[in-house]
């Protein structure tokens, strides 16, 4: 039996312009790779059931791009894209990260495995690359100094006045 | 690996309150407890003018309230007004695990732990 990992992501925030996921899984670290990077996997999980992925293209190559489409309940699309920078299979991808309702905001993805006792760590890391993309962050999530500081002050404010009834 | 999350309109004007820093700096300087516009300007090194304006915005997304005692206007914080935007980043928390969790089921699927690979 492998243990229930669902729910298990760490999501950090190290800087301004930085968000850091890690997570298990428990597969050796080529399939998680393929699982990543190949469209006929990817349209299978990467849009929640009620979404449908209406464009999945992956040219996995230095300089090659990504595209991925989907369609949620509601109708809207939602289009990310990019180039990628470095491929080292199984281990890395770098890429470019746009999605096409922030214009301005770019960002590189970057994906690191490390697989111990059938165990595969994935970290990932996306990294706004300028103010552009944080001033477009900030416009349309109000994330502009991060979401750690953002948390832990929100955290704090709400222990401390304990008003939980809202 | 992250997409977009849909946030209230309503939420926006205390997103865009919060989002800067001196605002953010009143809010601390809150935490304590209720304090005088003078208090506050002492303890953060901003102008009398700059504490007023950003206690204007505050008040108007009704993240602080004031009150009159005698001749001094007093602020306190109303965190309450700030849940949105925690229910908003626990719902980015979410959809990110989601996606993880879809693909760890895929990948078991792969594995041969159920019928649908």
Redesign the interface.
């Known amino acids: 039996m ?1 243990p229930d ?5 760490v ?1 950090e925030f190290p800087s301004d312009l930085e ?1 850091v ?1 890690v ?1 298990k ?3 050796p670290i080529e ?2 790779f393929d ?2 990077t190949k469209p006929e ?1 990817v349209s ?3 849009a ?1 059931f009620t979404d449908v992925v209406t464009e999945c293209s992956i040219d996995l190559r230095v300089g090659g791009k990504y595209h991925i489409v989907l369609v949620t309940e509601d109708g809207t699309e ?1 289009s ?1 894209r990019g180039t990628y920078l470095e491929v080292e299979p199984p281990i890395r991808t770098v890429a470019t990260w746009l ?1 096409e ?2 214009p301005d905001a770019h960002a590189v ?1 970057s ?1 690191d495995l490390h697989e111990t006792d059938g165990v595969t760590t994935m970290t ?1 890391k ?1 990294a706004f690359r300028d103010q552009a993309g944080r001033d477009h962050m ?1 416009k ?3 994330q ?2 991060g ?1 750690n500081k ?2 832990d ?2 955290r ?3 222990e ?2 304990g ?1 939980a ?2 | 690996m992250i997409g977009p999350v849909a946030r209230s309109p309503a939420t926006a004007d205390v997103f865009n309150a919060i989002a800067e820093a001196h605002r953010r700096e009143i809010l601390d300087a809150l935490i304590p407890g209720e304090k005088a516009v003078g208090t506050i300007v002492n303890d953060l090194s901003m102008s009398q003018p700059q504490v007023s304006k950003h206690l204007r915005v505050l008040s108007e997304v009704g993240l602080v309230s004031c009150r009159a005692e005698g001749r001094r206007r007093l602020y306190r914080l109303e965190p309450a007004r700030l849940r949105p935007m925690h229910e908003w980043l626990g719902k980015h928390e979410q959809a990110l695990n989601d996606r993880l969790d879809r693909m760890d089921d895929y990948l078991k699927r792969l594995q041969g732990g159920g019928d649908d690979a």
Do not use: N
């Open positions: 492998t990992r669902h729910g298990s992501a999501i968000i996921t997570r899984f428990d597969a399939l998680v699982v990543l996997h299978k999980w990467f929640p939602c990310f999605f309702g922030w993805d994906v990932t996306l900030t349309f999530d109000g502009e100094d979401f953002m948390e002050y929100l704090s404010l709400l401390k006045k008003s009834s809202a």
